[in-house]
């Protein structure tokens, strides 16, 4: 059967055969042994025409509920924003996303350039002096984060806040299992790092404090009284920051953070089911040489033209191997110009007006939801979200939501015991004052009846 | 092609141009010092750039240009499988219910991605003879780590804790003992023989007591199939270690044999390289791992299960290594590479590999006399030529790689693997027709000639692209890694 991608004919097989000395195909394969040769062909499903294949998966995709079609208040480090429509054309453009790592700089200064721009985005978002290329995911560059600290500082023992992420905990506590360093939890106090508890835990062994910024609540830690703690310790800094929240906020970096990472995704990338996504690390020029994964530099060819190389490969596993400071290799590079196209789009003031928008938003839903007699879990400085004491079950208000076109917050019990029955509540500018009053309107009514029918 | 820079997009800023659109503000404002207090209150703007939509797409068209890709031209970089990236996957992976979902809704809520997800665990479960997979790695480095944090956990639930090293070919590509480090082991290298296959005497003689395991590719990075594999799977297993397929290579191989038969107890995919990802300029990438019967319980978690109520993810895994990455894995590259799995079917997946290896070896033995061939038997999807011969002549494989770019290709890979002196590495694919294979075969034979006749040309090379040959070390040495607006003195 002829297949639109093989194009091989068989008038070309004959001849290649004849150029190569051997009679079949199957004689190129002789050198597998007998023994695990797989015969015949796999037990998959059969192949499907291009339209029947598109037809299928549609009526798949039919089956979830997007945000698109749906209002979404549902956040914990994956949201729904404004995603300027030229960032799809951008990486459509195959030149990026057919081509692979840019080891060959005279062919690839069309995305060594890009990188380098997004480096420069990162650091100034953040307030670092440098970023690298991309890594995985926030949750795997926070794990790395950990790694360098525990690796630069020679000591054992990662101090996370409570108020991290639990999946990038959970990746943290994987990572270090490997390596062999123990990861203690800095408990919290009204939804922020406990900063008392804290003194009290650093130590000599502590290779690092990690913290998130605006946290997995929504509460905005204060960096400024906790950076002195960690670095009285000897400790190195590292914060995890949403990207976006910094338009507004002061960031890490003005703080002393020594590492800063994080996700990108809040610019311009989808949230599909959670990846790909897109992990950022940024540092201090004193761990520019521990960084892991790709960094890209300027420099210039034997006429004094400005180019852009991959650099400081002597710390990347290709050349170091198991001396090399990571293992990755494959990044994100198509999504860290995702991100790029849309910081680009939003530019200088974009970049404020959209995170001033998320603060002021979940403001008013705050307000709105006290109005309704709602107890607010924490009351301190919020970015764009807040946990919400909802009493009843979140799941079942959940569902009531979806009903009316909502998909409703993270039922924040299934991480935190003492939380059961708390809703953690997103409100990006992406929704409008009217759906943030339905909401509202919504979960209240759920409660009153849920009240009424116990009653 | 014209080779005037292209500005960076903070060198095309003029204040005032902006090139978004966000709806007015509906809610009533508020002032962000009294609601953060002062400290937390961003005093500078971050220095983003100030350009229209058009600057935009002008800027980044342009950078397009400077770039070459799949679609652009040939692309025979070994180890990495560039074949043709579907343009079916970017749809696909672009319609909304897969783009536009969270990975917290509600289950009931996502139950056709949950549903892609299980069928392309079943696909590759299939593919690979495994008992069970795991989509949750972000790519192939990513996929080593999580297996061997998995066979770590294995010896020390069998309260082994003396297994301290991986052992891995001296041609293993570099992620295999950098992954080994960061999962707390320590490398030993395997030395290869004459035929460019792992050394079965000096296998013995680094197995013990304390291995862990054997990562193999296989074939192995010179394109060559391991036919010693089940004696050697038996030398691992009789002392207890457990044997690690490293993916990459998979292209050469569907339908011909898979890792499960010829006793590798996990095996970890890249789905941007066999199944089509795309590569993405650098990633993002895909990992799946798969295991056999005895592995299962040490699986990242949660599991995807299916029940009568339909799928669902299971957290209930105490024996789990525990999260390799937050949520389920890059889910838009995996539902690309199943479109691309459901595009080509059982007979699709089996040509795929007959002409991965009939293309490379097609161009092995055109090539073969105007190279240094070390090892002279069939190839698989790849082979692997030395450029000694030429360097006697003062020209190295870097030279000649460069002087390729004048003929508008990429490259192969180079110096790797690091036991072929002035190695290139050679991977055609499937997708290319022997068009193009002989034209870039006769490229290369004019750049062979041109070593012996006109070398300059070749040292000097490329003289075709935007930017000549850049000066790395001062790159290196003196870092640059982000742009600095200039201050006014400047």
């Not at chain 1, 995709?61 to 960032?87: Q, W």
């Not at chain 1, 970023?131 to 926070?142: E, K, Q, R, V």
């Not at chain 2, 979902?101 to 509600?106: A, D, K, M, S």
């Not at chain 2, 030993?188 to 291995?211: A, F, P, Q």
Request: net charge negative; charged share 25%.
């Amino acid at each position: 059967m002829k297949h639109r991608y093989l194009p091989m004919t068989s008038q070309d097989e004959k001849d290649m055969l004849e150029t190569i000395g051997v009679q079949s195909i199957d004689e190129l394969f002789s050198d597998i042994p007998e023994k695990v040769r797989f015969k015949g062909e796999y037990n998959i499903k059969p192949a499907k025409s291009e339209s029947a294949l598109t037809k299928e998966l549609a009526q798949l995709a039919g089956k979830n509920a997007d945000s698109v079609r749906y209002a979404s208040f549902l956040g914990a480090g994956v949201y729904d924003h404004y995603k300027p429509i030229v960032v799809d054309h951008v990486i459509s453009r195959s030149e990026f996303y057919t081509a692979y790592t840019p080891y060959q700089p005279e062919i690839s200064q069309g995305e060594l350039q890009a990188i380098f721009e997004f480096q420069t985005m990162i650091a100034e978002l953040t307030g670092m002096d440098i970023a690298n290329s991309s890594m995985y995911d926030g949750g795997t560059a926070l794990a790395e984060a950990g790694m360098l600290a525990a690796g630069q500082t020679r000591r054992k023992k990662i101090l996370v806040s409570g108020a991290v992420h639990p999946e990038s905990r959970d990746v943290v506590r994987t990572y270090a299992l490997g390596q062999s360093i123990e990861v203690v939890e800095v408990p919290l106090k009204d939804g922020r790092t406990d900063i008392d508890a804290l003194k009290e835990m650093v130590d000599e062994n502590t290779a690092t404090v990690m913290v998130q910024y605006p946290n997995f609540f929504g509460q905005v830690e204060n960096l400024k009284e906790l950076e002195p703690i960690v670095h009285g310790a000897g400790a190195l800094f590292t914060v995890s920051s949403n990207p976006l929240a910094l338009g507004a906020l002061t960031p890490p970096g003005k703080f002393g953070a020594d590492i800063t990472v994080g996700d990108a995704q809040p610019f311009g990338i989808p949230e599909a089911f959670g990846g790909p996504h897109c992990g950022y690390f940024a540092v201090t020029q004193k761990l520019m040489r521990k960084v892991p994964g790709r960094l890209v530099g300027e420099t210039t060819d034997d006429e004094g033209r400005r180019g852009f190389v991959l650099t400081l490969q002597a710390r990347e596993q290709h050349i170091r191997r198991d001396k090399a400071t990571s293992n990755i290799c494959s990044n994100q590079a198509l999504n860290a110009l995702a991100a790029s196209v849309a910081m680009t789009a939003l530019g200088k003031e974009g970049a404020k007006e959209i995170a001033v928008q998320n603060i002021t938003k979940t403001h008013y839903m705050k307000q709105q939801l006290k109005k309704s007699g709602f107890e607010i879990a924490f009351d301190g400085a919020h970015f764009n979200e807040i946990a919400v004491k909802i009493g009843s079950s979140v799941k079942e208000l959940n569902a009531a939501l979806f009903e009316k076109g909502m998909i409703g917050g993270y039922d924040l019990g299934l991480s935190y015991d003492e939380l059961q029955g708390h809703m953690l509540i997103a409100v990006t500018e992406q929704r409008s004052k009217e759906e943030i009053d339905a909401f509202v309107q919504e979960i209240d009514a759920f409660v009153r009846e849920t009240e009424a029918s116990h009653a | 092609m014209h080779k005037d820079n292209q500005p960076l997009i903070f060198e095309m800023t003029k204040q005032g141009r902006v090139g978004y659109s966000l709806p007015e503000l509906d809610v009533p404002e508020v002032d962000l010092t009294e609601l953060l207090g002062q400290d937390l209150v961003r005093e500078e703007f971050a220095e983003l750039p100030e350009v229209s939509e058009l600057d935009i797409m002008r800027h980044y068209t342009a950078l397009s240009k400077r770039n070459h890709g799949v679609d652009s031209g040939f692309y025979p970089l070994g180890s990495c499988t560039m074949k043709y990236n579907p343009k079916i996957n970017e749809s696909v992976a672009r319609y909304s219910g897969f783009a536009n979902i969270h990975p917290l809704q509600e289950e009931s809520t996502v139950q056709g991605a949950m549903e892609l997800m299980y069928d392309l665990q079943e696909h590759l479960k299939e593919i690979t003879g495994m008992d069970e997979v795991t989509l949750q790695p972000a790519a192939g480095a990513h996929g080593e780590w999580t297996g061997l944090m998995m066979i770590r956990a294995f010896h020390e639930a069998n309260g082994d804790f003396k297994r301290t090293k991986v052992i891995v070919p001296d041609s293993a590509h570099g992620t295999n003992p950098a992954s080994a480090t960061v999962a707390g082991f320590e490398t030993v290298t395997v030395k290869s023989n004459e035929h460019g296959l792992v050394d079965l005497e000096d296998l013995k003689r680094v197995v013990g007591d304390d291995t862990a395991a054997l990562m193999l590719t296989n074939p192995n990075t010179l394109g060559l199939f391991e036919e010693d594999i089940l004696e050697m799977a038996s030398i691992i297993h009789k002392v207890g270690g457990k044997l690690y397929y490293d993916g990459a290579n998979l292209n050469a191989v569907m339908s011909k044999a898979r890792p499960g038969d010829m006793g590798f107890d996990v095996v970890h995919l890249n789905l941007h390289k066999t199944f089509t990802g795309p590569h993405g300029g650098g990633g993002p990438g895909s990992g799946p791992v798969g295991v056999q019967a005895d592995l299962i319980p040490y699986l990242p978690k949660p599991i995807l299960i299916k029940t009568d109520e339909g799928f669902t993810f299971d957290y209930n895994r105490p024996e789990s290594i525990g999260r390799v990455k937050p949520f389920y894995g890059n889910f838009g590259i995996n539902v690309r590479a199943y479109t691309y799995i459901r595009t080509m079917g059982p007979d699709g997946l089996k040509k795929v590999t007959e002409y991965a290896v009939l293309n490379a070896n097609y161009m092995m033995r055109r090539l073969a006399p105007h190279f240094d061939l070390p090892y002279d038997r069939h190839c698989k999807h790849e082979f692997v030529l030395s450029g000694r011969r030429q360097k006697k002549l003062g020209v190295r494989t870097l030279d000649m790689a460069k002087r390729l770019l004048d003929f508008g290709y990429h490259p192969p890979t180079i110096y790797f693997p690091l036991n072929v002196e002035e190695g290139m590495m050679i991977e055609p694919t499937e997708t290319e027709s022997k068009e193009t294979l002989d034209d870039f075969i006769d490229a290369m034979i004019q750049i062979a000639r041109e070593v012996e006749e006109n070398p300059e040309i070749v040292q000097n090379a490329p003289h075709t692209t935007v930017i000549n040959r850049l000066d790395e070390t001062k790159a290196a040495r003196k870092p640059v890694l982000r742009y600095q607006k200039p201050t006014d003195s400047e």
